[in-house]
Nanobody, 120 residues
Framework: QVQLVESGGGLVQAGGSLRLSCAASGSVLRVNTMGWYRQAPGNQRRLVAAIISGGSTNYADSVKGRFIISRDNAKNTMYLQMNSLKPEDTAVYYC??????????????WGQGTQVTVSS
């Protein structure tokens, strides 16, 4: 069984920083594309940033220049460094990963979500 576990959310003042982590565990053979999504109350879940196994990245326009996505393939772990946080960044952040398990089955997995709250 495959699991994604997130950590690192919390409450921070505007202008501050937070670092999120997402670790894949269980019967993980290979992790392909990983991404961070966020969902604010009343809004749809939207992509924040994504990173492929080779390291190429893409970002939502709203976070470019402030957020940095990275990954450690040896640890099957992804990170999101969030700087210059704004109140509009407040949301539940979810990690997502395309994973191939030991049975060679491919699937998209979601973490449980972690709350990020930015106060003004």
């Amino acid at each position: 069984q495959v699991q994604l576990v997130e950590s690192g959310g919390g409450l921070v003042q505007a202008g501050g920083s937070l670092r999120l982590s997402c670790a894949a565990s269980g019967s993980v053979l290979r992790v392909n594309t990983m991404g961070w999504y966020r969902q604010a109350p009343g809004n749809q879940r939207r992509l924040v940033a994504a990173i492929i196994s080779g390291g190429s990245t893409n970002y939502a326009d709203s976070v470019k220049g402030r957020f940095i996505i990275s990954r450690d393939n040896a640890k099957n772990t992804m990170y999101l460094q969030m700087n210059s946080l704004k109140p509009e960044d407040t949301a539940v952040y979810y990690c997502n990963a395309d994973i191939i398990d030991y049975n060679k089955r491919s699937g998209a997995y979601w973490g449980q979500g972690t709350q990020v709250t930015v106060s003004s």
